[in-house]
């Protein structure tokens, strides 16, 4: 068996969604909502959670899988913000991925890539799953 290439995913990321993520996580950091406390700490605009990009990235791999239930692993390090623009096209964010040879146990290791303009914003991004086949 050889690696396999996962179906690309892309997500627009709006300041709508980050509102509706905020009231669902509790997380009401201002840098997710206010330009201005934003811009003052140093970034260029307000950026999406680190959080809700990374459960983007675990969508993409249970999407494939079919059974949110088979991801059995998934860790990812944040190395850049996505900086969610005030307008209505929002933030686009690229998610690719390979699934690696099934270990001894069956489970299978996906490497990850999320991206956004262009650059990576999750890195280490890797899922192990039990797929029911690769």
Do not use: C
């Amino acid at each position: 068996m050889s690696k396999v290439e996962l179906p690309p995913l892309s997500v627009r990321v709006t300041r709508a969604q980050l509102v509706r993520y905020a009231g669902a996580s509790l997380d009401f950091n201002p840098i997710h909502w206010n330009e201005r406390f934003a811009k003052e700490v140093g970034l260029p605009d307000i950026i999406g959670h680190g959080m809700l990009t990374m459960a983007l990235g675990g969508r993409f791999v249970t999407d494939w899988l079919g059974d949110p239930g088979r991801l059995v692993d998934y860790s990812v390090r944040f190395t850049r913000p996505v900086v969610v623009p005030d307008d209505d096209e929002g933030a686009l964010v690229e998610f690719t991925g390979t699934a690696g040879e099934p270990d001894e146990n069956g489970t299978v290791t996906v490497a990850i890539t999320a991206k956004f303009d262009g650059k990576t914003v999750l890195g280490k991004a890797v899922a192990l799953v039990r797929p029911e086949r690769v």
